[in-house]
């Protein structure tokens, strides 16, 4: 997607994801999400850095491109001054053109270091030995001397290295320096007076042109030389390398500028003039890439891992939302970008309006069984998203509706730069950190006010309170605790649970022996670094225990959808559960996915009754022809079937109604597309023995007033109920 055509980050549309976390006293309850059926958030056993936002140096305007060397950040792009962290615009201001350093262990800019750039810059990288900083991008002058469009300071003074006489006629975006190397891309067609098609090489010595002479097509935007390998990686927007196929990235021999095979742009591309493989980073072995697309010449918007031995594609990320850079460290790939949808790797849905995750980690490596599930890239291997959930809000300077667009990582920090004028909602213009645990205050706590908890009584002597999960920024699990009045010290009841922004399972913890009477009850959220939210209080009147001899009543051994609202009635008081031998075995409870292979019962018709086994009652209602929206992927906007069906609960066991399934076929058997846009609303929580739900399911047709015959499953039988 083009970057200059997305929207301001809207407010968070959350979608959970299907999971079950079992432990003590626990049910947690999955509602609808984008995730492969039966999936639940795994643990983010990869540790990243904090999601704290840390006192930096803000810019009055966007940065580029950042390096980090040592205890030192570069910073470059379009601005004229610096302020102190946390200060408006306006206050405390000091001059910097284009270009600045700070401390990333405190934040603070470096006053001695201050070189000018007449103009943007877009790249910012150091030599080997750390000594340079070498930048490029649209200047003509640094500090008031001539030097087009590349340029190399002193890292400790920021003074020009005038023995570095190197230049271009155009813009560069890309620096790798290696050895005695200066290697530069980006649009130009020539270096130091003489023919160069977009890329080039200097010696470091003197800025003297070097008879390396590849050639691209198209601008180039990156490159990296992975330590010790002969070879330089690059990537842009050019379809061709020295003449020869190469889409978006491509690999040159580092001494004669020869084409090496790089197998990974056969699967992965971005080229042309509305796509573009944006950024390249390594770790040594690995060559991390990010590209944007819009339009057919081009099939990635998020990030790729080759191998940077042999060029072979390790994995992609098939999430749609251009990225913008990429920056490895301790075994995490820290991404910018806009990521609106990350469900085929089981990350965040596409939702209505769009929500942008825009910063992100992954794994550098992808875990055993980790695919895409969907996609273009359905069923290649995919890196696991970490929980670092920052939120940079939009900026207004590019008028893109942006915010990060740089990222870069050294030692214990990972550094953002861009355009935002916050992050997680404190002042913090166009430059932030975040550091290693060790290091950062881990004051990111569990977020959203825990809901005051819905209070039940499955039977005399217990209590099951249930409420939404809450999310981290950078802690997955939480730990859930109930609370009874006076038990603060000891809860009750515990459990861990897995969530994310975009999958907040409902959890249930019971209290197994509450005394009988008036019971008032708290459930605290705590993260592993201590930070804790507590609910509100509620209260409920407890029947006595069952006297000696009396059956035991027995808590339902289910898993239950997101509880939004109740929406079913609770048991009859003094309803028991029928002993597990007089229960048909049911191969499915506990799976979140749905029932596949069972057995088929005889056709209902619309308007009768259809039963399954077990005793749940299905009725449709109605049905009525509508027009649907595009939500998201896979859906088309068109004519339409909404079908309100009718859930009796006749059994002895509480059903699971996110584990009801309804699906549709037309006239001509070909299944209808179900579709989440409105009229579509299904109905959640738990269907308690004797109660009643409905639901609207809608479908995309051929045609308006399209017939269809339903099937309906449920994860709490081995039916499947047919109605036509």
């Known amino acids: ?43 983010s056993t990869t540790p990243t850095v904090s999601a704290d936002v840390l006192p930096t140096v803000q810019v009055n305007g966007v940065v ?20 102190p962290a946390g200060a408006p615009a306006g206050t405390g201001e000091v001059p910097r053109r284009n270009i600045l350093a700070y401390d990333v262990r405190t934040g603070a800019l470096i006053p001695s270091w201050a070189p000018t750039l007449n103009a943007k810059g877009l790249v910012v990288t150091a030599s080997p030995d750390g000594r340079r900083i ?8 640094v500090s008031g001397t001539t030097h087009n469009r590349v340029v190399a300071l002193d890292a ?12 271009v006629n155009y813009r560069v975006r890309a620096i790798a320096a290696v050895g005695s190397t200066v290697y530069i891309g980006g649009a130009f067609a020539s270096a130091n007076n003489r023919a160069r098609a977009r890329l080039a090489a200097f010696r470091a010595s003197d800025g003297g042109l070097l008879d390396w002479a590849p050639s691209a097509d198209q601008e180039v935007f990156a490159m990296v030389a992975p330590a010790g390998g002969g070879k330089l990686v690059v990537g842009g927007r050019f379809a061709t390398l020295n003449g020869q196929q190469n889409r978006g990235t491509g690999a040159l021999d580092l001494t004669s500028g020869a084409t090496l095979p790089w197998p990974a742009n056969a699967t992965v591309y971005d080229y042309g003039p509305d796509a573009a493989v944006y950024s390249l980073s390594t770790d040594g072995t690995r060559v991390f890439g990010t590209g944007y697309k819009f339009g057919g010449t081009g099939n990635l918007e998020n990030a790729f891992a080759a191998d940077a031995a042999t060029g072979n594609l390790l994995w992609v990320n098939g999430c749609a939302g251009d990225t913008y850079s990429s920056s490895p460290l301790g075994g995490v790939l820290y991404t910018v970008g806009h990521a609106h949808n990350c469900s085929m790797i089981g990350g965040h849905p596409e939702t209505d309006p769009r929500t942008f995750q825009r910063a992100q980690a992954f794994t550098v490596s992808p875990p055993a069984g980790q695919r895409n599930s969907h996609g273009t890239f359905a069923g290649r291997p995919a890196a696991q998203i970490l929980q670092w959930l920052p939120d ?66 499955p039977g005399p ?51 197994p022996a509450a005394p009988a009477g008036a019971q ?72 979140v996915s749905p029932v596949v292979g069972a057995s088929r019962r005889p056709f209902a018709p619309f308007g009768g009754e259809a039963r399954f086994s077990e005793g749940l009652v299905v009725e449709v209602t109605r049905t009525e022809p509508v027009w649907l929206a595009g939500r998201g992927p896979g859906e088309v906007a068109g004519p339409g079937v909404a079908v309100v069906v009718e859930l009796r609960n006749r059994s002895a066991d509480p059903v699971d109604l996110a584990g009801i399934t309804v699906n549709a076929a037309q006239r001509d058997g070909r ?15 738990v269907l308690q023995p004797g109660a009643t739900a409905s639901g609207t399911w809608a479908f995309g047709v051929a045609r308006r007033g399209e017939a269809l015959s339903l099937e309906i499953t449920s994860v709490s039988s081995a039916d499947v109920v047919r109605i036509r």
């Open 156 to 167: 400790a003074t920021g003074a020009v290295v005038t023995s570095f006489r190197a230049g």
């Open 392 to 457: 940079p809000a939009v900026g207004t300077y590019t008028g893109q509706n942006q915010a990060a667009w740089s990222v870069a990582a050294g030692g214990s920090y990972v550094v953002l730069g861009g355009e935002f004028p916050t992050v997680n909602g404190t002042r913090q213009q166009g430059l932030v950190r975040f550091a290693v645990r060790p290091v950062a205050p881990n004051d990111q706590g569990p977020r959203e006010a825990v809901a005051t908890p819905t209070l039940t009584s």
């Open 671 to 685: 299944p209808a597309d179900a579709s989440d846009a409105a009229p579509a609303s299904r109905p959640t929580g």
């Open 520 to 591: 008032t009850y708290r459930v605290r959220v705590r993260d592993a670094w201590g930070n804790v939210v507590t609910s509100p209080a509620a209260t409920i009147a407890v029947a006595a225990a069952a006297a000696p001899g009396a059956p035991a009543v027995e808590a339902p051994a289910v898993e239950a959808p997101a509880l939004e609202a109740p929406v079913v009635a609770p048991p009859a008081p003094g309803a028991t559960r029928p002993p597990a031998a007089a229960r048909p075995h049911n191969p499915w409870r506990g799976r």
């Open 1 to 43: 997607m083009r970057h200059d055509e997305t929207r301001p980050l809207p407010s968070k549309v959350r979608r959970a994801r299907a999971a079950a976390v079992a432990a003590a006293a626990l049910l947690v309850q999955p509602a609808l999400s984008a995730a492969p059926a039966g999936a639940a958030l795994p643990p």
């Open 64 to 83: 580029w491109a950042q390096t980090v060397v040592g205890n030192t950040v570069y910073a470059t792009g379009e601005f004229t001054s610096a302020r």
């Open 461 to 511: 002597g217990r209590v099951t309170a249930t409420v939404r999960a809450g999310w981290d920024r950078d802690d997955r699990t939480l730990r859930y605790e109930l609370l009874r009045a006076g038990t603060s010290a000891n809860p009750v009841a515990t459990a861990s649970v897995n969530s994310a922004w975009w999958d907040r399972p409902t959890v249930a913890l019971t209290d």
């Open 134 to 141: 070498y930048v490029g991008g649209n200047f003509t002058e």
